[in-house]
């Protein structure tokens, strides 16, 4: 039930990004800025992910199958399962940012030359 919203927000935030250009009137610093949010929503699972295998090694958890366990803290294994395995959102949020950044660029190109 939940799981159709967050696949529409993932899926469709970077084109809403790409949008606001074209609503409202922005400054070219504002305009980089949603270009770096989109590149950082792209790449957040990823990031996510290598986050979660540092936090393992560093925590001293152990793999066991597809899940972690940490000998001091139990709790701790099912939040590094979780941050390890969500680069599986990566499909999600990849193209969406692919599409949000091109059409930022886009109506960036076509404001410095309209300028």
């Keep these: ?3 159709y919203p967050l696949i529409l927000l993932l899926l469709l935030l970077g084109p809403a990004l790409a949008a606001i250009p074209v609503y409202f009137s922005i400054t070219l610093w504002q305009h ?3 270009i770096g949010i989109c590149i950082l ?3 957040s699972p990823l990031l996510l992910a290598f986050t979660g295998l540092q936090l393992a090694k560093f925590f001293g958890c152990e793999s066991a199958t597809i899940t ?3 000998p001091q803290q139990p709790w701790l294994g099912n939040v590094l399962s979780f941050m390890v395995f969500a680069h599986w959102l990566a499909f999600l ?3 969406s940012a692919a599409v949000g950044t091109v059409g930022l660029l ?3 190109v ?3 030359n309209a300028v």
Excluded: N, Q, R, V
């Design 93 to 95: 949020t990849i193209p």
């Design 41 to 43: 929503f792209g790449i």
């Design 68 to 70: 972690f366990t940490c």
């Design 106 to 108: 886009i109506t960036l």
């Design 32 to 34: 980089w800025s949603l």
């Design 110 to 112: 076509h404001k410095t």
């Design 1 to 3: 039930m939940i799981y």
